[in-house]
């Protein structure tokens, strides 16, 4: 029940897609043999809706298993492959790590797609707290830094001067951990061209 599929990991994404990007940069990383099939976003191709009847994107393939949500992608394959640094050893550490990616989903993305419901108030707490994790975590490859990268890229593509980026500048020491995570090698290697935002598509 626990063996690893030994079938290729096929990917359903849209190239330029954020969410993508973490999980194509992990795999780059992992040096995984995968597929992956184009999917322009909103558009349903066949093999697609035999998965995921609603389209959600990006889709993962993995022998009988088939999941959506880049977070849970990207744990389910660090694990199939043996990930070492995936997390932190400490608990603390590593529950730190888990969080900090929720915030990024929480706060961090609906910012990006402009949703305006998270009040600008709580923007410090909550990148107070990305930037305690960044403190005491090296920029290197972990689930972590391949989670936030591809968001920190899209911020400055997308809304540059928005409250939630100026947020992110009076912070020195987490711009510099940010710009480091998106220079890591399977970072640059799965980046796509700069694409628009999703609202303006
Ligand atoms: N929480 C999801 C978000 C995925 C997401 O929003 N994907 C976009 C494409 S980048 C999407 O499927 N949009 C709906 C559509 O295009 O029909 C994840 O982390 O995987």
């Not at 992608?73 to 990616?101: C, K, N, W």
């Not at 915030?103 to 949703?115: E, H, K, M, T």
């Not at 968001?151 to 987490?174: F, N």
Request: aromatic content about 6%.
């Amino acid at each position: 029940v626990n063996a690893v599929p030994v079938t290729r990991p096929l990917l359903l994404a849209d190239h330029g897609c954020p969410f993508a990007h973490r999980i194509l940069a992990l795999l780059d990383h992992l040096g995984v043999a995968h597929e992956v099939r184009e999917v322009p976003r909103g558009q349903r191709p066949e093999g697609l809706e035999r998965w995921s009847p609603s389209g959600r994107i990006p889709f993962l393939v993995h022998g009988d298993l088939g999941i959506a949500e880049s977070r849970v992608i990207l744990e389910h394959l660090s694990e199939a492959y043996a990930f070492e640094d995936a997390y932190p050893t400490g608990l603390v550490q590593r529950s730190m790590h888990r969080e900090a990616m929720a915030i990024v989903d929480a706060v961090i993305v609906p910012n990006l797609v402009g949703d305006r419901s998270i009040p600008v108030t709580r923007l410090d707490e909550y990148v107070d707290r990305i930037a305690g994790v960044a403190r005491t975590t090296p920029p290197s490859p972990c689930l972590l830094t391949f989670h936030l990268a591809p968001m920190w890229l899209r911020l400055q593509w997308w809304r540059p001067e928005g409250t939630l980026a100026q947020a992110i500048r009076k912070r020195a020491a987490l711009v510099e951990w940010l710009d480091s995570t998106t220079r890591l090698g399977s970072v640059v290697k799965t980046c796509p061209a700069q694409t628009r935002p999703p609202s303006l598509d």
